[in-house]
């Protein structure tokens, strides 16, 4: 037993420390001696990078508009920033991001009216479509994408609402109210079909976390089920990330073992069977400093990060903070503390890519300690490997996912290559028939593949093959439809 016991711990051990990232040097995004960035996100497509945030600053006027800027060599060299929000009196709040290949997908909070305003990029950041009012009543929203299928998730004073585009974003269906959603904000993962929503409210007289999920695209919803401990301390900010096989991971801070007034400790909790049941809950800090996080995953490793008070708890200053674990949440590696700044680093997000582990946060530590003026920052971190995951050619030349599987409908094929490339995706029956196919271009993405043949009619159960051909590779998956019954 003892033996087998340190083998474990090798094992273990080993695993960890492939998983870990290796830190670059902190890099500077923004340069508005004069204004102040707030609320960056970043979407990572293998080598490219997507960021966006909202800038304020002034010139003969204030302004408050949503900027984007892009990197395609995994944050080496950088474009200059654009504006994607009409330059107007109004502010242009709270933006999000979603990439799926060269199609890119911003979301933000309009100020006039709150309503929610949308804009895409089919060429990876280079050109922008006009912008579309997705709703004349929203707040804080929230983007989601699997292949064609864009959705956009916001709330209200009174609800929370979801808006699905089966094209790319062309067209937009009419919005549909989220049966007893929780209405204070919160964070939507897509795993077709699966969509999760981790939220927060105080339903109950405290506010604490919930989780709802659908498993047809958003057609029907669970009830909320509230994954934080109910008591008298609040739970608060949730993001969520949804793994291969669409288990939820949620993790959201919380003051109940903190003795200080403004910050508590960051909670995890993940459920194995889709969201169906939940494990215990973990706390993943202990020094009650935490506020604010994020997490993202790729394969069976989920990063973390949050902003943690603990350095400069009078003034309130932040620094960003690092775990990661190598086995979908079981265990979880030591802290990693990710800046050094004399003043103020917050806000942390999180993108992940077979290329690397990428973050942005908002950081004032090129003004003096009374100023307000914050830039967006930049880490990269690559894998423990010896070398730079994206130079090493006998990595991630190609990768195929497919998820759910077995499914009672639709699934998702998410690939990556190296490069840009012209693909095939391809469906066959057991006979060898082919089924299905769909023809492509691009370096990373989805394509959905909604369970019916060439002529648009049901497959029906069965085992099928799905195969991926890229040049002269060729990849593929068995499969398993199991029409007649939903999880």
């Known amino acids: 037993m003892k033996i087998l016991s340190g083998l474990v711990l090798v094992v273990w051990a080993s695993s960890m420390a492939r998983s870990q990232p290796i830190w670059g040097p902190d890099v500077q995004l923004t340069n508005y001696p004069n204004g102040t960035a707030y609320h960056p996100k970043i979407a990572a497509c293998q080598d490219t990078l997507h960021v966006v945030w909202y800038q304020q600053w002034r010139d003969t006027i204030f302004h408050e508009e949503v900027m ?26 709270m933006p999000d991001i979603a990439v799926n290949g060269s199609e890119v997908h ?31 009543a929203g707040f804080r929203p929230n983007l989601g994408v699997s292949g064609d299928t864009v959705l956009v998730y916001w709330g209200t004073t009174t609800a929370s609402y979801l808006s699905i585009s089966t094209d ?50 958003g057609m029907t919803w669970s009830q909320p089920e509230m994954i934080s401990e109910r008591d008298l301390f609040a739970s608060q900010w949730p993001e969520v990330f949804a793994d291969r096989l669409s288990n939820p991971h949620v993790v959201w801070f919380d003051y109940k073992y903190s003795p200080y007034a403004w910050t508590g400790d960051i909670f995890y909790r993940t459920s194995i069977d889709t969201g169906n049941s939940w494990e215990p809950i973990d706390s993943l800090t202990i020094e009650h400093r935490a506020t604010a996080s994020s997490i993202v995953g790729l394969g069976d490793t989920l990063h973390l990060v949050w ?67 914050y830039e967006i920052y930049f880490k990269r971190g690559t894998y423990n490997s010896g070398v730079d995951i994206a130079d090493e050619h006998s990595l991630f030349k190609q990768d195929f996912k497919i998820y759910p599987n077995p499914s009672f409908g639709g699934m998702s094929c998410r690939y990556a290559f190296l490069r840009l490339t012209d693909f095939v995706v391809e469906v066959f029956d057991v006979t060898g028939r082919r089924v299905w196919n769909q023809a492509g271009y691009g370096q990373c993405g989805e394509v959905v593949w909604g369970g019916k043949d060439e002529k648009g009619v049901e497959a029906g159960s069965g085992v099928f093959i799905i195969r991926l051909k890229a040049g002269r590779r060729v990849q593929q998956t068995k499969v398993v439809i199991l029409k007649g019954g939903k999880p």
Do not use: C
């Open 106 to 136: 911003v979301a933000w909070d309009e100020e006039v009216g709150d309503s929610i305003l949308y804009i895409r990029s089919t060429d990876s950041g280079r050109n922008w479509s006009t912008q579309k009012t997705i709703t004349p």
């Open 68 to 93: 984007y800027k892009r990197s395609t060599d995994r944050g080496q060299t950088w474009t200059s920033d654009t504006v994607l929000s009409l330059l107007s009196p109004g502010a242009s709040l």
């Open 168 to 217: 790319g974003g062309v067209t937009w269906q009419p919005a549909q109210r989220i049966p007893r959603g929780q209405i204070f904000g919160g964070e939507m993962v897509v795993n077709w079909p699966f969509l999760h929503l981790a939220s927060y409210s105080d339903s109950t007289g405290v506010i604490e976390v919930y989780h709802q999920r659908s498993s047809d695209e």
């Open 307 to 373: 902003q943690d008070e603990r350095f400069n708890p009078v003034k309130r200053y932040a620094e960003i903070y690092y775990r990661f674990s190598s086995d979908r949440g079981t265990t979880w590696g030591p802290e990693t503390r990710l800046t050094y700044d004399s003043l103020d680093s917050r806000e942390p997000q999180l993108a992940v890519s077979p290329s690397g582990v990428y973050l942005v946060w908002g950081d004032n530590r090129d003004t003096d300690s009374l100023s307000y003026n």
